[in-house]
């Protein structure tokens, strides 16, 4: 079955830079479009970012658009989200999720937690 | 950009009893419209896409209706289970982004 599982959080100060890293098995991910979707302690979803199949697009929320990267290697079937210049409004649970018909997510990981605090 | 927005932001119901949330766009989405379930410390859950789609091993108890701008989802008898927050999300078509209503709470009254 999909499965989706992220890494790479953790505690980081103001202004400084952490990558994140979702693995995924069960499908055949190169065929995939794939998101990342964070959601602030006690808040609600915010999309952050989209990558095609492909690598022939990305799209950004304004929130984090030139200073987040979202990227993939096919090869690995990993997804990934370089994020620079971290704000304390970057404080999330961080979920990668994978696209579906084509305007959705159908499966999503169980999230990595970014703590963004001096 | 496009607005989602949910009421009411807390339904208390005992179960049992037939759950109706709603969700109004700001635009017209046509059908593209979702619903998700997220229960406590757990990832959301597709539900319902294109408006009234079940996704794949969701109940028949739910079923989701609308189109344009409002939107409902309905839960026809709820289940212990099915006390969670339920978010609605479309995706804008130029430029593209996706988006959530701030959500509601189902909880055991």
């Known amino acids: 079955q999909v499965h989706l599982m992220e890494s790479g959080g953790g505690v980081v100060q103001p202004g400084r830079s952490l990558r994140l890293s979702c693995a995924a098995s069960?499908?055949?991910?190169?065929?995939?479009?794939m998101h990342w979707v964070r959601q602030a302690p006690g808040k609600g979803l915010e999309w952050v970012a989209y990558?095609?199949?492909?690598?022939?697009?990305?799209y950004y929320a304004d929130s984090v658009k030139g200073r987040f990267t979202i990227s993939r290697d096919d090869s690995k079937t990993t997804l990934y989200l370089q994020m620079s210049s971290l704000r304390a409004d970057d404080t999330a649970l961080y979920f990668c999720a994978r696209g579906f018909a084509p305007n959705y997510f159908d499966s999503w990981g169980q999230g990595t937690l970014v703590t963004v605090s001096s | 950009e496009i607005v989602l927005t949910q009421s009411p932001a807390t339904l208390s119901l005992s179960p049992g009893e037939r759950a109706t949330l709603s969700c109004r766009a700001s635009h017209s989405l046509s059908t593209y419209l979702a619903w998700y379930q997220q229960k406590p410390g757990q990832a959301p859950r597709l539900l319902i896409y294109?408006?009234?789609n079940r996704a794949t091993g969701i109940p028949a108890r739910f079923s989701g209706g609308g189109s344009g701008t409002d939107f409902t989802l309905t839960i026809s008898s709820l289940e212990p289970e099915d006390f969670a927050v339920y978010y609605c999300q479309q995706r804008s078509g130029w430029p593209p982004g996706w988006s959530f209503g701030q959500g509601t709470k189902v909880e055991i009254k």
């Open positions: 990558i095609s199949h492909g690598e022939s697009n990305n």
């Open positions: 294109d408006a009234s």
């Open positions: 069960g499908f055949t991910f190169s065929h995939y479009d």
